[in-house]
């Protein structure tokens, strides 16, 4: 399959929070950049389930005794940052309670979860190449109080506050606790990739002080998100620790809070091609931080 990506500086066909009314526009990309063969690391129908609906649930994807070791490392840095005054640790919109920890492959056995040879091959046969981690981050929701992550797409975000030129990235999420459907999971509409939503409201000066703990500008409106979930409805893959979600860099997701007793931490580790580094931020400010958007 071709490229139609450069590291030029191209026109901006996904504009987003610079008009005053919200657009759904369609997809200019690929989803999946490879061709199938049999040597590929999916089967034809789990490539094509991710082409068509911009995800693909993989359960007890990592061993027991793997997830073992990163659930305790969890636990570790949970430990850390709750008396931390890093950046990378990201608190709660109403308490001083650790929601995320940014930057969790830079070292470690995180580092060494990133490059899982498995996982790799996946997701360079996904998105047709060499990759490398935009964005790693641990999110936390205990039981009873862990906050909610409202409805967005994540393209919108990394293409107008980071810069990402085109659709060529992807999101594997890996459950360090089992996944139901009443403590939080992710939530994906099915589909919902192939639309972008352009959203309005001009971007405040440093946006991310306050977006990654509760986002406020770069979510879908109500209407364009009722008219995705009509189209495509919502997906809650859920399953045991060890278990992952592969989901593409545009499709509209969030997850409701979690007010059972059964915590759930997932990590996310955020895959771009190397043939779509960002550049400057399509809103005309200043970049966000390295430990939220890779550079080099």
């Known amino acids: ?23 759904i526009l369609e ?12 040597s590929s690391p999916l089967s034809k129908e789990q490539s094509d389930f991710y082409d068509k609906n911009g995800y693909l649930f993989l359960e007890g994807f990592f061993s027991e005794a793997e997830v073992n070791v990163w659930r ?42 990133a490059k899982h040879p498995s996982l790799v091959g996946i997701v360079q046969y996904l ?27 994540d393209f919108e975000t990394w293409h107008v506050e980071d810069g990402m030129p085109r659709m060529r990235a992807l999101s594997c999420s890996i ?23 352009s959203c309005v409201g001009q971007t405040p000066k440093d946006h991310y002080k306050s977006s990654l703990r509760r986002q406020e500008y770069g979510v879908p409106d109500p209407d364009s998100l009722t008219a995705l979930v009509r189209e495509g ?3 809650t893959p859920t399953g045991k620790a060890g278990s992952i979600l592969l989901f593409d860099c545009n499709i509209m997701h969030g997850s409701n809070s979690n007010i059972s007793p059964m915590p759930r931490s997932n ?22 931080p390295a430990h939220i958007a890779t550079r080099e």
């Not at 500086?9 to 919200?22: A, G, L, Q």
């Not at 990590?267 to 966000?288: A, M």
């Open 27 to 38: 997809r200019q990309d690929p989803v999946v950049y490879s061709e199938w063969t049999e």
């Open 267 to 288: 990590v996310f580790l955020v895959y771009n091609s190397v043939d779509n580094r960002i550049g400057e931020p399509f809103s005309g400010q200043k970049p966000r």
């Open 1 to 23: 399959m071709s490229n139609p990506q450069t590291n030029v500086r191209e026109i901006d066909v996904y504009p987003s929070r610079i008009h005053s009314e919200p657009a």
């Open 72 to 113: 305790q490392e969890l636990r570790n840095m949970w430990e850390q940052a709750r008396t931390s005054n890093a950046e990378e640790v990201i608190r709660e919109p109403d308490s001083q309670e650790v929601r995320s920890i940014f930057a969790v492959h830079r070292e470690g056995v995180f580092a060494e979860l």
């Open 233 to 235: 409805g919502i997906d």
């Open 175 to 197: 459950a360090l606790e089992d996944n139901y459907s009443f403590n939080g999971p992710l939530m994906v509409v099915p589909g919902s990739h192939r639309k972008f939503v």
């Open 127 to 153: 998105l047709g190449g060499d990759t490398y981690i935009h964005q790693s981050r641990i999110n936390f929701k205990p039981g009873f109080n862990g906050k909610e992550f409202y409805w967005h797409s």
